[in-house]
């Protein structure tokens, strides 16, 4: 455990590009990796840097195994807003990860009881090597919202008026945004080998600087970043981080 390693990029591009290093360097190190992809727009530029790095064969992905950051509860499976889809379309595909490498998760009878066994059984395959995370505007990690402390498990939450808010644009309105929840908890997050959460736009100049430098707790999910067990590598473009 050590500071998180910040680093502040000029615009998207160089943000995509630093990214798509550290993926790399631990996709290309020897050995399977357990990686988990966060879902939204931030990462979506170093995942296509990332396929086209994969297409010129620059980076070879068959022992990656991916596991899933969190997903929506309450969706048919093949709803638009699945977040499952999402992933598959800028994960899964490009980068050619087959289902079988894949850990979905539960989203069907009793979820926090299978949460519960994914967890167990995320630990006993050797936890995580590589997650990478954006930053909710409320300082959320995956659907871990304000208050989550650092020991929180894989669950059902409820989504924030804040969240809800944010989300909309990805899917017309605040009404098409579904209220609850999956989320890997902040605990295995915590103990990764590796974090990467990638930060853009000036919309999280504030709560980018509060998690990295305001108080560590639960009301700012983010902060406990500076608490994980592995290395920490924040990418922060200058409109994040100087807010204009
Ligand atoms: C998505 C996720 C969320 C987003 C965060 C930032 O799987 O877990 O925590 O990473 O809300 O979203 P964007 O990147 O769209 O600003």
């Not at 990686?35 to 990332?50: D, F, S």
């Not at 068959?62 to 992933?87: C, H, K, N, T």
């Not at 598959?88 to 519960?116: F, N, S």
Request: hydrophobic share 45%; with cysteine.
């Amino acid at each position: 455990m050590g500071e998180p390693h910040l680093v502040v990029l000029d615009d998207a591009r160089a943000l995509a590009r630093a990214g798509a290093d550290v993926v790399a360097g631990v996709v290309n190190a020897d050995g399977p990796v357990t990686i988990v992809p966060a879902t939204g727009e931030t990462p979506v530029g170093m995942y296509e840097e990332l396929a086209a790095r994969r297409a010129r064969g620059d980076l070879d992905t068959r022992d990656v195994s991916i596991v899933q950051l969190d997903e929506y509860l309450g969706l048919e499976p093949d709803d638009r807003r699945a977040l499952f889809g999402w992933m598959k379309r800028t994960v899964l595909e490009p980068l050619a990860v087959g289902a079988e490498r894949v850990a979905r998760l539960p989203t069907e009878g009793d979820v926090d009881a299978a949460c519960a066994i994914f967890e167990r059984e995320l630990d006993a395959s050797g936890g995580i090597d590589l997650v990478i995370l954006g930053l909710g505007t409320n300082g959320h990690l995956g659907f871990n919202e304000p208050p989550s402390d650092a020991s929180s498990v894989t669950r059902t939450v409820d989504l924030t008026a804040d969240t809800i808010a944010a989300n909309a644009r990805y899917w017309g309105s605040e009404r098409d945004v579904p209220t609850r929840a999956v989320t890997l908890g902040l605990r295995p997050l915590l103990e990764a080998r590796h974090i990467m959460l990638l930060v853009a736009g000036a919309s999280k100049h504030t709560i980018v600087r509060r998690a990295l430098e305001g108080p560590v707790g639960e009301d700012v999910p983010a902060s406990f970043v500076r608490e994980a067990r592995g290395s920490v590598t924040v990418l922060v473009d200058r409109a994040a981080w100087e807010g204009e």
